[in-house]
């Protein structure tokens, strides 16, 4: 019998104003999936997982989360659905008065109580390990290059445990070789934790190395879906033109 995926999106709306950004997204998402999204600014790419973890209440449709519809659940149903989930922000989003340690301690108590200090010091550094960057334990993030504020935000999210993790452009802003570093990290902590993902970018190679499915997103609806190299060679020109730089 087939596993119930464990995101499902169906006629998803959503507009701020006039501009309605979002027109009827169908989406799933299976255990273990890399579901990449690409498209082009202001396709409606952020404002989907936003959605996901209720920071937007949506105008119309449904978003199953773990077989629940997270539209109709009440702000204490949705944070127990929250604490399943992690979310990479663009511009990494450390507290900037803490520590390396500090910011991930703040979030380890934050979502679990009375954890004694030893254990906290553990998973500290356990997720630090997995994204190699041990060392940065007591830096500021002021003393952090982009790449490594990625790397930590990653571990911040990781150190939660999450079954889904929600990447939102985790390569911009960053030269290749790091990008592609950050690439490789995805896919590793997919690995180790066992995790479910959906990855929006603009960067192709990222997509490339990164994605078992994509997706386009095309004025607010899902334009195509398929492998890299099937929407790499597609027929449509529109398509084939993300693929142009990589």
Not at 72 to 97: C, M, P, T, V, W
Request: hydrophobic letters at 40%; one cysteine or more.
């Amino acid at each position: 019998m087939q596993e119930q995926p464990i995101i499902n999106i169906k006629n998803l709306t959503k507009s701020f104003g006039k501009n309605k950004v979002l027109r009827g997204i169908d989406l799933t998402v299976n255990k273990g999936d890399n579901l990449v999204i690409l498209g082009r600014s202001g396709s409606g790419k952020s404002v989907t997982i936003q959605c996901l973890v209720g920071l937007h209440k949506v105008d119309k449709g449904q978003i199953e989360v773990f077989g629940t519809d997270v539209t109709k659940l009440n702000y204490e149903e949705l944070n127990k659905i929250r604490l399943r989930i992690g979310f990479l922000f663009q511009n990494g989003a450390l507290y900037d008065s803490m520590s390396v340690r500090d910011n991930l301690a703040f979030t380890l108590k934050h979502h679990t109580k009375d954890l004694p200090k030893e254990e906290v010091a553990k998973q500290i550094f356990e997720v630090l390990e997995n994204v190699g960057l041990e060392e940065a334990i007591d830096k500021m993030p002021s003393q952090l290059s982009g790449g490594m504020i990625k790397r930590i935000g990653l571990a911040r999210t990781l150190i939660i445990k999450p079954e889904i993790i929600l990447y939102d452009e985790p390569t911009a802003g960053l030269d290749t070789i790091t990008g592609k570093e950050i690439s490789e990290l995805i896919l590793s902590v997919q690995e180790k934790y066992n995790t479910t993902s959906i990855i929006i970018t603009h960067d192709i190679i990222c997509a490339k190395m990164t994605a078992n499915r994509l997706m386009i997103i095309k004025e607010g609806l899902i334009h195509v879906e398929g492998t890299f190299e099937e929407l790499k060679n597609s027929s449509d020109e529109w398509v084939r033109s993300f693929f142009e730089y990589e």
